[in-house]
């Protein structure tokens, strides 16, 4: 069983699109993190959210935690090509060292 | 540039070779962890170590072997290995082995292995 489910697993959208992330949990969450992965590189942390309801901005990047503590999303706005990567939610159930990982998001923004 | 450096980038080897991975940091961070990510999945947590000792072992084969020689310093030694290990090995470090919240983890870019 997945704890925490991300989708859409897939996504290839035109430059200029908004689209949105979800990732789902029945439990949960200390805190919730969203990392970016380009080819060839480790994930880089985008943002950490811990607060039930927190809202965070980061540029054209959103992101949202559930009230509850059990889900969140990340929209972008007009997207770019530059957006392109795996987008992985990950959350954190105050064990202090795991982190449990959604299968993420993987996103092509075409030209 | 990430601040968590890994070597080899990339690395061939056949099933009766020995080697080694190796991830340095000088952040100054306590707590380092192995990763183990197939392609277009996301990582899988092996080992972590806090304080320069081992603290965590996701019941990983012994064919993998961690080592901590400083706090600076996180090695993966690998021996006889299968085809199935081929992956991105990604090594992390966090400030301190505390709540994630406040103590994100920094990966780096992680050694591509292949086994023949």
């Known amino acids: 069983t997945q704890l925490l489910e991300q989708s859409p697993q897939f996504l290839s959208i035109q430059e200029g699109e908004n689209l949105t992330v979800y990732c789902n949990s029945s439990?949960?969450?200390?805190?919730l993190q969203w990392y970016r992965q380009e080819p060839g590189e480790g994930p880089v942390l985008l943002v950490t959210?811990?607060?039930?309801?927190e809202v965070k901005k980061l540029k054209r990047l959103t992101f949202q935690f559930g009230d509850a503590r059990k889900d969140s999303s990340l929209h972008i706005t007009a997207a770019q090509p530059g957006d392109t990567g795996l987008y992985l939610c990950?959350?954190?159930?105050?064990?202090?060292?795991?982190?449990?990982f959604g299968k993420g998001t993987l996103l092509t923004v075409n030209p | 540039d990430t601040e968590v450096t890994q070597t080899p980038k990339h690395l061939v080897m056949g099933m009766t070779n020995k080697k080694s991975l190796k991830c340095e940091q000088h952040?100054?961070?306590?707590?380092m962890y192995w990763y183990k990510q197939k392609a277009k999945k996301p990582p899988e947590l092996m080992f972590v170590?806090?304080?320069?000792?081992?603290?965590i072992n996701e019941s990983v084969p012994s064919r993998f072997s961690p080592e901590c020689p400083n706090s600076s310093l996180l090695n993966l030694h690998l021996h006889a290995l299968q085809p199935e290990d081929s992956a991105l090995y990604l090594c992390?470090?966090?400030?301190?082995?505390?709540?994630?919240?406040?103590?994100?983890?920094?990966f780096g870019d992680g050694t591509r292995l292949s086994i023949l």
């Open positions: 990950a959350g954190d159930r105050g064990s202090n060292y795991k982190l449990t």
């Open positions: 959210v811990v607060t039930g309801g």
């Open positions: 170590y806090s304080y320069e000792k081992l603290s």
């Open positions: 439990s949960v969450f200390s805190s």
């Open positions: 992390a470090s966090s400030q301190e082995p505390g709540q994630i919240s406040n103590q994100p983890q920094h």
């Open positions: 952040m100054g961070h306590r707590a």
